[in-house]
């Protein structure tokens, strides 16, 4: 049996790699693994997580320590993650991460269930979201 690749195998490809490319190409093959291709999803649920070991020295005015963190769209009756993306926390933050994967999605009668963080009156309503109007 091979021998796993190591730590440091990892770092020089996800140096060298476009992550986005990367996380496509993933995308696409999970997709493609679901057995009943042609079920459809009527609900998503988002959750943002602090990836473990990611923390940075604090480098900005505001002092704040820095992480990278991971936002999934999951789909439940498909049983898999259907997007997700990361960011850095002195860079952006779960709003804008979020608001970006349901831009790449069409959403007609998609319930989303998120943290209490997306519920705000500015995210429904500023472009590019297609969730209801708020009134």
């Known amino acids: 049996m091979p021998k796993a690749p190591c730590d440091s195998t990892f770092l020089y490809l ?18 493609a693994q679901i057995a009943d291709q042609d079920k459809d999803f009527d609900q998503l649920i988002c959750d943002g997580k602090t990836l473990r070991g990611s923390a940075a020295q604090p480098d900005g005015a505001d002092g704040a320590t820095r992480f990278v963190t991971q936002v999934t769209l999951y789909a439940r009756e498909l049983g898999v993650a259907i997007a ?12 804008a991460a979020l608001k970006a994967l349901l831009g790449t999605l069409e959403l007609e009668g998609v319930l989303i ?9 500015a995210f429904f309503n500023s472009p590019p ?6 009134s």
């Open 14 to 31: 996800f140096e060298r790699v476009e992550l986005d490319q990367l996380s496509g190409l993933l995308r696409e093959w999970m997709l």
């Open 113 to 121: 269930q998120a943290d209490a963080l997306h519920t705000s009156h």
């Open 129 to 134: 979201s297609r969730a209801p109007t708020c």
């Open 84 to 95: 997700q993306t990361s960011f850095d926390t002195g860079e952006s933050h779960e709003r």
